[in-house]
Each structure stands twice: as C-alpha cells, then as structure tokens.
C-alpha cells in the first residue's frame, strides 16, 4: 500500500459561491489505525448541499470546518486495515470520512453496508442520508394523505425524487419543480411525477405561481420545502388550509450569507408569509436529519426492498477523481447535477 494519501482541505471561506480557490487538494502522510480504530480506503464520497454551510464560520446546528481541515462529508469505502472486531480487511463500510483518499477512523462511528442493498453508492443517495430526509420528513411533518396535492423543488435530487416517489405511491398528486427542461422530463418520466415546472422559466415568483396554479387546481397540502427563494414565496399563498410544510433545506439562499441572515434580494414578505401561516392554520416544521438516525433501521426495512424491487427509482451523476471534487460541488449547488451527486475516488 502507498504511503501516501490525499484530502481536499479547505482553503479559505467563501463570500458568495464558493470558488475552486476556497479549496486546495494535499497529500498526506497514510494514518495508522489505533485501537478500535479502522483504515479505509474510499471508493465513492457524497456531496451534499449542506457542506456549503460548513465553510462559513456563523453559528449553526454543526460546527464549520477549520481553515486547513478536510472538508467533511459521508463516504464509503473499503476497510483495508482494522483493529476492531466490528471489521474485516475486505469489509465495505460508510462513514464521515470527508473529502478523502482514504480515513482513519474509530469502527463504531461505520456503518458496515450490505451487498443485499444493491451498489455501494446507493448508502450515499436513495438509501443514505437523503433518502432517509426525504422519507423522514414526508411521513412524520408532511402527513400525506391520499388525493391531496405535493409539491417538492430539487424535484429530481435524492431528496425531492424520494419525496415525490413516496407521495404518489401513496395516492397523492405530486408536483415536482425543477431547473431545466431536462430536469423536469426527470420527474415525470423516471419518478413519475405528475407535472414538473422549470422554475428558471419564470421570471418572478408571482409568474412562477399563476403556473402553479394551473398545475395545483385543487391547491397545495403539502409543501416540502428544499430550497426557499422564489420558489417558497409562490407556494405560500397557494397552500390549502390545514396544509403543513416540512421545512427540509433552503439551498437558494446557502450562498448569500448563510443562516439566519438577510439573505436573498426577495422583498419583504415576512409579515404576509406569517399571517398565511395563520389563517391557513398551517403546520410548519423545521428538521434535521442526523436528530433522527433511530428511524433509520425502520426507513431501510420500508423502502429497502422498494429500491431492490425498481419500484422507487434513482439517479446518480459521478464525477470523476477526488481532484475534481469542489467542481462538482460548486455545480451541485447551481444545479447542475442530474440526480444525487456522487464522485468516484478509488
Ligand atoms: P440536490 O441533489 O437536489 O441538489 C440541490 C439542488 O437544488 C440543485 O440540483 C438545484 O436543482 C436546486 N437548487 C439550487 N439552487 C436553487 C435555487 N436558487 N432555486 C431552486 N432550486 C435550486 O440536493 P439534495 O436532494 O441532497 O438536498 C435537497 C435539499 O434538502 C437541500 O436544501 C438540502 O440542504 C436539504 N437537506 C436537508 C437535510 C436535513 O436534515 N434537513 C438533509 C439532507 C438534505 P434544480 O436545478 O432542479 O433547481
């Protein structure tokens, strides 16, 4: 085995979108596993958007990485050395082994995978963290019933395709919005979703919503919310009363100050958005999912056999080699990824 190894570190934060500049890819020295510990090699690393939110230093649910820390993530890999009983040499696992050539870390914090759950990069989409958000907060905040209307933007992402996929075997009609053309025959055609609009299509929120309308005759119960933006201030004066909105992500904003701040150029609606909350006597619920990883046993033996089945599809967009990862990620949260993006290390 080589002696080295290599990591993306981050460089420096951000102002805006992150640039190729605010990472820099290192070589290492190879970490020996202590007691416990187990050595892995990487095969595939996930990229998710909320990392955007780990490269600003601002108080959130997580801590930032440092300047010159690797930039986190999940991955999965191959144990190539091991001093816990949990692993053997040969063994595939998953873990927060960050952007990555190999890891070193303790064996209680992987998860061994299981060949019976199909390819190794499903543990980072339809079968990982995304997925299970999406299956989460479907079930517990959305409370899908049959003949109601759902409507999910990053309609063709882990998170919304799960979403969408659920909410129609259930019986609902499920709207998707996307960014492109291609994007929505995604949602349509491989998720089945009923009807898919480009909101890059529509100039403001208000168009975006006269199209929703149309979409939507019989008005919006659920709306899980990814991405906030243009896309939350059409939805809200369409929501049904008693409707609920599981407040999963709010990406449109990720890069415009982070959390918390006044983030978009949207106007001022805040006393408008709160008084629908109101009146619509809407339910609306905020969640993270590493608060919840309990439910995640039950999540595979649900929707497991559905993804072994093809009965809820997938779509990964891998990029190629650790070195090209910051490309991939800085596309990811402009939309360019088709379907959970993933790239190959090993
Ligand atoms: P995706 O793979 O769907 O990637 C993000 C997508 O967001 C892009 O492809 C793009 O899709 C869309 N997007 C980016 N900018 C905008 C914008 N300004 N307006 C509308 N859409 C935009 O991501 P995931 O499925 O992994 O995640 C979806 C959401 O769920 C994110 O907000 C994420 O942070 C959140 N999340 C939250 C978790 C939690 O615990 N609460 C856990 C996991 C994810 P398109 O081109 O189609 O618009």
């Given at each position: 085995m080589t002696d080295q190894m290599h990591r993306i570190a981050l460089a420096s934060r951000p102002t805006g979108a992150p640039t190729p500049d605010n990472f820099s890819f290192e070589a290492a020295d190879m970490p020996t596993p202590g007691d416990g510990e187990i050595l892995v090699k990487v095969h595939y690393m996930s990229l998710d958007p909320y990392m955007r939110g780990r490269m600003d230093d601002a108080k959130s649910y997580a801590q930032p990485v440092p300047i010159g820390g690797t930039m986190e993530g999940g991955?999965?890999?191959?144990?190539?050395?091991?001093?816990?009983d949990a692993f053997q040499p040969g063994d595939f696992a998953f873990g927060m082994f960050g952007w990555a050539s190999h890891a070193v870390i303790p064996a209680n914090q992987c998860r061994k995978l299981d060949p019976a759950h199909g390819p190794i990069t499903a543990a980072l989409g339809v079968l990982g963290m995304p997925g299970f958000t999406g299956w989460h907060g479907l079930m517990e905040y959305g409370r899908p019933k049959e003949g109601e209307t759902l409507v999910v933007a990053a309609a063709t992402g882990p998170v919304g395709s799960m979403v969408g996929q659920l909410a129609k075997s259930l019986g609902l009609r499920v709207v998707g919005i996307a960014g492109g053309a291609d994007k929505c025959q995604m949602a349509t055609d491989t998720f089945?979703?009923?009807?898919?609009l480009d909101h890059r299509?529509?100039?403001?929120a208000s168009a975006l919503r006269a199209a929703l309308k149309e979409a939507c005759p019989k008005g919006i119960d659920i709306y899980f919310e990814n991405v906030g933006g243009k896309v939350l201030e059409a939805i809200i004066p369409l929501m049904n009363p008693f409707g609920r909105i599981p407040i999963c992500g709010m990406i449109a904003w990720y890069n415009a100050g982070g959390l918390g701040a006044n983030a978009g150029d949207e106007k001022d609606n805040l006393p408008k958005l709160w008084r629908t909350v109101l009146v619509n006597f809407l339910s609306v619920n905020g969640f993270i999912i590493s608060n919840h990883w309990d439910r995640y046993p039950a999540f595979l033996a649900e929707v497991g056999p559905k993804v072994?089945?093809?009965e809820i599809k997938f779509v990964e967009d891998i990029a190629e080699g650790l070195e090209n990862a910051p490309q991939a990620f800085i596309g990811l949260l402009?939309?360019?990824n088709k379907g959970k993006q993933i790239v190959k290390v090993a």
């Open positions: 991955a999965v890999g191959e144990v190539v050395a091991s001093n816990s089945g979703f009923d009807a898919c299509a529509y100039d403001d072994a089945s093809g402009e939309g360019r």
